[in-house]
Structures are given as structure tokens and as C-alpha cells.
């Protein structure tokens, strides 16, 4: 006999009780990257001189990263679909292909900091550098968080157990996107 | 779990909406390439805005563009459209909260004087980094000088408000 958590089960608003707690965890997270992102941009207007500073950002390793998560939103999303078929195995593969994305944009990211670091760009560098590697950072352990959180979810759904959390870990996913989406303008486009 | 059950209880957590009868993986691709797309402009038209000297096509394709692709991942991917009202509420409400924020605050940092105030630290700042850029000074030459400067600009923010 199987314990099932309420979570799972239960839906008193119309919405899954797990699902629910997920977008209320992205209303958490937009005041969150929100703050900071508002902090940046307040910043960034009230000193021209960070224009400068940005130019050292490298477009090329930001542009890689966005293809790389908007390419990891696709296979969560056909994750999701194959979940809605009943087709764990498929989901399982897909989300595989998402961790893998992650892995990707890490990579990419350690290379890109390593460079910047050696030149001397540090977190103590000055304002502009702290906001980066905050910002990033944070956004970083995001993905690190989502990686894991995506190998729990696909160790279950290839048996075909607790499918739902396929899509509930794809919203978390695409949050995550999403807030890149709107850091890689800030911090390699507007120079 | 057999997969056939496991696969009614997922339709089940579907109940509240039926997206999964609409959108198949096209509907995703073609979202994908369209995002694709978008990434591209936004990385080219800044290129266009700083050769022409035209800040709107900079502004416009950076953030513009940035604010479509959000649209297109939380319409296409997260589906938001088709979940309860009261979520869309909540979501609001902590934009809302974060405007509040920007526009409650933005005036004091945005600014580097007011009524009866001048962030001296901060305009400092300014005027040292621009005139180091100017000189062609390195990156290295930021760290000592905005320890201090920075420190200054933060303290300033209180202190340094005559």
C-alpha cells in the first residue's frame, strides 16, 4: 500500500494543490529577481558610468546562454506534453535533455566568470560587477536547483509515477528562463 | 502505479484546463523558432541602434523584444492563459509589489540631488569613473578607486545626503 501526500491529491481551489504552491513559489520569486533586477536598472540609469563597465560583458557567451535555455523551455515543455500523453518514458527523456541544458549554461557561465575573473572583473570590482555576479548568481543557483529537481522528477516519471510533476517542475523551469531572458539584455545587450 | 492509471491521474491534474488537446510538440517548435528569431533581432538591432546613433532601435529591440519573448514562454510553454483567474491575481499582485518598489525608491537613486539634498558621494563617483575611462585607464584601476567610491556612493545614501 502506497502513500499518497495531500499535495498530490487534493485541489479545493480548481487548481492541484502541488501546482498551486508552485506558481505561488513564482510569485515569491518575482519580487525576489524583480528587487534585484529594479535595483539594477534604478542604478544603472542614475550612473552612466556603468555603460562603460558593461562593454566587458562578452555578448557572444550571453547570446550561447539564451539559445541554450530557450532551447532547454522547449524539451521541459515536450516533457510536459509526453507527461499529458501518459508517456513517462518519453518525459523522462526529455527532461534529461533539459538537466543537460543546465549543464550546458553552467558551463558556459564558469568559463565566462573564470575569463572575467583573470582580467580582474571581480564581485568587489565596483557596484556594476557586484550587481552582475549577484544577479547571475543568483539566477545560477536557480539552475542548479531546477537540474536536480528535474533528475528527481525524471527517475519517477520513466517508471510512470507522479507524472503531474512533470509539468510542475517545467513552470519552475521556464521561470528560470525567463528571468534570463530579461537579465541578458540588461547585463551584455545594453552597453 | 500501472501506466494506465498514472496517465488518467495526470489528465485528472488537467482537469482545471485542457491545454494538452490543443497544443501538440508543432505548436512548441514553431513557438521555439519564433523565439529563435527574436534572439537574434534583439542581439543584431542594439548593433543597428549604436551604428546609426538611434537609441530607440536599441531600446526597442533589447527590452521590447525581451518583454515579447516573456509573453510567448508564459503564454506558450507555462500556459498561463488557461489557468484560474486567482493565479493570474497573485502573479499581479507581486508585479505589482515590484513596481511599487522601483517607483517608490527610483527617485532617490536615479537622482543625485533634490530638495534640499545632494549625493555628493555618488556624483563623485561619476565624475572619477568618467574621467578614468576618458584617460583610458584600465579595470584595474577600478578596484582601489571604487572601494572607496563605492563605499562613499553607499554610505551616501544616508550620510551623504546634506
Known sequence: ?191 | MSEQAAAAEHADSHGDHGHGDHHGPDFYYKTYAVLLVLLVVSVLGPEVGEATGIQAITLITAFGIAVVKAGLVIRNFMHLHVEKRFVHYFLITSLAFMFLFFFAVAPDVMNHEGTRWVNEAAIAEIERAEAEHAAGGGHHGEHGGDHGGDHGGDHGEGGGHH
Not at chain 1, 515543455?77 to 518525459?91: F, I, R, S, Y
Not at chain 1, 510512470?160 to 509539468?167: F, G
Open chain 1, 1 to 191: 500500500m502506497s502513500f499518497k501526500p495531500i499535495a498530490n491529491t487534493r485541489s479545493a481551489t480548481g487548481v492541484m494543490t502541488a501546482k498551486l504552491a508552485i506558481w505561488w513559489l513564482l510569485a515569491s520569486e518575482i519580487v525576489i529577481f524583480g528587487g534585484l533586477l529594479a535595483a539594477y536598472i534604478m542604478h544603472r540609469i542614475g550612473h552612466p558610468e556603468w555603460a562603460n563597465y558593461a562593454t566587458h560583458t562578452n555578448t557572444m557567451l550571453g547570446t550561447l546562454n539564451t539559445f541554450i535555455l530557450l532551447t532547454s523551455s522547449l524539451t521541459a515543455v515536450l516533457a510536459h506534453h509526453a507527461a499529458e500523453q501518459g508517456d513517462g518514458p518519453k518525459a523522462a527523456r526529455f527532461l534529461y535533455m533539459t538537466v543537460g541544458g543546465a549543464v550546458g549554461f553552467l558551463m558556459v557561465k564558469s568559463f565566462e566568470w573564470s575569463n572575467e575573473i583573470a582580467h580582474g572583473y571581480t564581485i568587489t570590482a565596483n557596484t556594476f560587477w557586484s550587481f552582475y555576479y549577484t544577479a547571475a548568481g543568483i539566477h545560477g543557483a536557480h539552475v542548479i536547483v531546477g537540474a536536480i529537481c528535474m533528475l528527481w522528477v525524471a527517475s519517477t516519471a520513466r517508471k510512470n509515477e507522479e507524472l503531474h510533476r512533470v509539468e510542475n517542475v517545467g513552470l519552475y523551469w521556464h521561470f528560470v528562463d525567463l528571468v534570463w531572458i530579461f537579465l541578458f539584455p540588461l547585463l551584455y545587450i545594453a552597453k
